[in-house]
C-alpha cells in the first residue's frame, strides 16, 4: 500500500469513528468470502457498516476520536462494525456470531464507554431505536383512546338501561 493511499485510509477511518455511535470488534478468521458478504449484507441492512483495515492503521485512525478504547482489541485479522444507532451494529454481530463460530466478538465501544463481550450482547439484547419509537407511540396514543371509550360508554350504558326498562314496561 502506498503512503498517500495510507493517508487517505486513515483519514476516512478517522471520519467514521468521530461519527459512530457504536463500534464492535471481532475476529473474522476462517470466514469464506460468501460468509463476509453476507454479513455487509447483514450490516447494510440494519444501517451499519463494516471495515476491514489494518490494524496499525486503524490505531491510528483511532486517535483524537470517542472510541479510541478498542485500539487495545485490534490484534489479529479484526473486523470493525460501526452504526449510529447503538443497537444495529451490536445485534447484527450477535445474530452472525451464532450462526458462524469463526467469527468471534472481541469487545466494543459505545462512546468513550469501552464494552466487554457481555456489554455487546446486553446491548445487543435491547430493542432497536424504530422498535422503542413504536411503542413509545403506543404508550401515547392509548390514553386517548382509552379516554374516548371511557366518554361514550355512560351514555350507551344509561340507553341500555332505559331500553331495558322499556321492554320490562312493555312485556307487564
Do not use: W
Not at 67 to 79: C, D, F
Amino acid at each position: 500500500m502506498e503512503r498517500a493511499a495510507k493517508k487517505e485510509a486513515v483519514e476516512q477511518l478517522h471520519g467514521v469513528f468521530e461519527t459512530t455511535g457504536v463500534a464492535v470488534v471481532a475476529h473474522y478468521s476462517g470466514l469464506t468470502v460468501a460468509q463476509m458478504q453476507k454479513l455487509r449484507m447483514q450490516m447494510k441492512q440494519a444501517g451499519a457498516s463494516v471495515k476491514v483495515s489494518k490494524n496499525r492503521l486503524a490505531k491510528i485512525a483511532l486517535e483524537g476520536t470517542d472510541v479510541v478504547g478498542i485500539g487495545s482489541l485490534l490484534r489479529g485479522p479484526t473486523v470493525i462494525a460501526t452504526s449510529n444507532d447503538p443497537v444495529a451494529a451490536p445485534k447484527v454481530a450477535v445474530e452472525f456470531a451464532k450462526a458462524n463460530e469463526k467469527f468471534v466478538i472481541l469487545g466494543g465501544s459505545m462512546g468513550k464507554t469501552v464494552l466487554n463481550v457481555d456489554s455487546v450482547k446486553a446491548l445487543a439484547s435491547l430493542p432497536s431505536l424504530d422498535e422503542l419509537r413504536g411503542k413509545l407511540v403506543g404508550l401515547i396514543q392509548a390514553p386517548a383512546t382509552k379516554l374516548a371509550q371511557l366518554s361514550t360508554a355512560p351514555a350507551s350504558k344509561l340507553a341500555r338501561v332505559i331500553q331495558a326498562y322499556a321492554s320490562k314496561g312493555e312485556a307487564a
